[in-house]
């Protein structure tokens, strides 16, 4: 499968500023997904980036909020923007890798956001 | 909108047990995906099992099976010979078949003790 990486792994920022998350392939990869996981509850989808396309946002995330980036086929930027605490989170990206199996969503290690 | 239950907030097994965890879905597709997912205290989602709705043969890898019931829609995960590196939260999660709707949509989980 393809093998992921994430930066920074984990950051604790002030109210009001923005942080960029980047997530790096080593494969290049059609479908990348943003996912949040608050403390202590499941992972919800931000918004998938597919390249050369706007990102499509799920419902309750706007692109104001959460712009992404999806300059080329194995990287991806996620920038949370004017930042709460409510923001604290793990954040990862995702993959679908036609590896081994087909429709198959493969993880990066995650970002763990504090915002004091 | 499809989703995804998981009754047992919490388990715990003796080490060298089976365990059992439970899984229940809902949707209207015929075709569709489902995965068990495991997240140590490390955070990193892994992949521990995929079953595709087409299937009738329920999946394995190695000390992990899946019962599949697609009438029930449910779609539950054993472990056996637990080991304590099995130790972790695990997420069930769904898949559509459509194109253009990739997301996984993820159960509330269950974190899993391991007793030596």
């Known amino acids: 499968s393809a093998v992921i990486s994430q930066k920074p792994s984990r950051d604790i920022c002030q109210r009001g500023t923005s942080l960029t998350i980047q997530c790096q392939v080593d494969?290049?990869?059609?479908?990348m997904f943003w996912y949040r996981q608050q403390p202590g509850q499941s992972l919800t989808l931000i918004a998938t980036?597919?390249?050369?396309?706007?990102?499509?946002?799920e419902s309750g995330f706007v692109i104001d909020k959460f712009p992404i980036s999806r300059p080329n086929l194995t990287f991806s930027t996620l920038t949370v923007s004017n930042m709460s605490p409510e923001d604290s989170s793990i954040y990862l990206c995702s993959v679908e890798d036609y590896g081994v199996y087909q429709e198959t969503q493969y993880f990066g290690p995650g970002t763990r956001l504090l915002v004091l | 909108a499809q989703t995804v239950t998981q009754s047992q907030p919490e388990m715990s097994v003796q080490e060298a047990e089976t365990v059992t965890l439970s899984c229940t879905y809902d949707t209207s597709e015929s075709d569709y995906y489902l995965f068990w997912y495991k997240q140590p205290p490390s955070r990193q989602m892994i992949l521990v099992i995929r079953q595709e709705a087409y299937k009738q043969q329920n999946a394995t890898e190695n000390r992990f099976s899946v019962n599949f019931q697609k009438a029930a829609k449910s779609f539950s995960l054993k472990i056996s010979d637990s080991q304590l590196g099995d130790a972790a939260m695990y997420f069930c999660a769904y898949r559509t078949q459509l194109q253009g709707a990739q997301k996984l949509v993820f159960g509330q989980g269950t974190r899993l003790t391991i007793n030596p």
């Open positions: 494969s290049q990869v059609t479908m």
């Open positions: 980036a597919n390249q050369g396309s706007e990102a499509t946002y």
